[in-house]
């Protein structure tokens, strides 16, 4: 399976403190997303990103969360101003090599946690 | 709005004892119906991609099926090692992003 890197693993914050998360696509894909899931529910959609422009984003995609691409392969979800609520897990997730561009490879995942 | 919903919630098979796992889907369209393996903690791991009814995809002790209602995930003679959380998703025709819509998945445990 083509593989997504993701950086911290885990981080805790304190409530309003700004936080960003980073992500290493598959290399050469000009599409990413971003999802989430809070402890013990549903893996949510948050934002699909193509070609350094936001294509779809979700409810909870508010006003405190942005997406970049800084650089070439790594792209960062920033979160402005935590709120205990924005704890969970955060994937990112890129399309795979090949024909098949319908389905998303998974990185391991950031666990955020807000004191 | 995109819909999935996964049964049962939890399923506790002995080794070797199989079953199947449901997943029923509400879409405007199907583009695909994705399912992934999660182990805890862990990002979901992708197993198959099924486009149109009928289809059907195989992998060591798994089997996923699709209908124009619903998609099963057939385990045969499980062993311990696929004690997992399987999740089910949708990609509607269309979307503009691609978006995956997930149902809140099976806890499988398999006791030896």
């Known amino acids: 399976e083509p593989e997504v890197t993701q950086t911290p693993s885990h981080q805790v914050t304190q409530m309003g403190q700004e936080v960003i998360l980073r992500c290493v696509p598959i290399s050469n894909h000009l599409y990413f997303y971003w999802y989430r899931q809070i402890l013990g529910q549903k893996v949510e959609f948050l934002v699909s990103f193509y070609n350094n422009e936001i294509s779809e984003k979700s409810e909870i995609f508010d006003d405190q969360f942005s997406v970049e691409r800084p650089d070439g392969s790594n792209f960062t979800l920033k979160i402005r101003s935590t709120k205990l609520e924005d704890s969970a897990m955060y994937f990112c997730a890129s399309p795979g090599t090949g024909a098949v561009q319908e389905t998303q490879y998974f990185g391991p995942g950031t666990r955020l946690l807000v004191l | 709005e995109d819909q999935v919903t996964q049964s049962p919630e939890a399923l506790r098979l002995q080794e070797g004892e199989s079953s199947s796992l449901n997943c029923s889907y509400t879409v405007s369209g199907l583009r695909g119906l994705f399912w992934y393996r999660q182990d805890p903690g862990k990002g979901p791991e992708f197993l198959f991609t099924?486009?149109?009814a009928g289809e059907e995809k195989e992998k060591e002790r798994l089997k996923a099926t699709l209908t124009k209602k619903e998609s099963f995930l057939h385990i045969t003679a499980p062993k311990p090692e696929d004690s997992a959380t399987y999740l089910c998703?949708?990609?509607?025709?269309?979307?503009?992003?691609?978006?995956?819509?997930f149902g809140g998945g099976t806890r499988v445990l398999v006791k030896p």
């Open positions: 998703a949708v990609q509607a025709a269309g979307a503009a992003g691609n978006k995956l819509t």
């Open positions: 099924l486009y149109s």
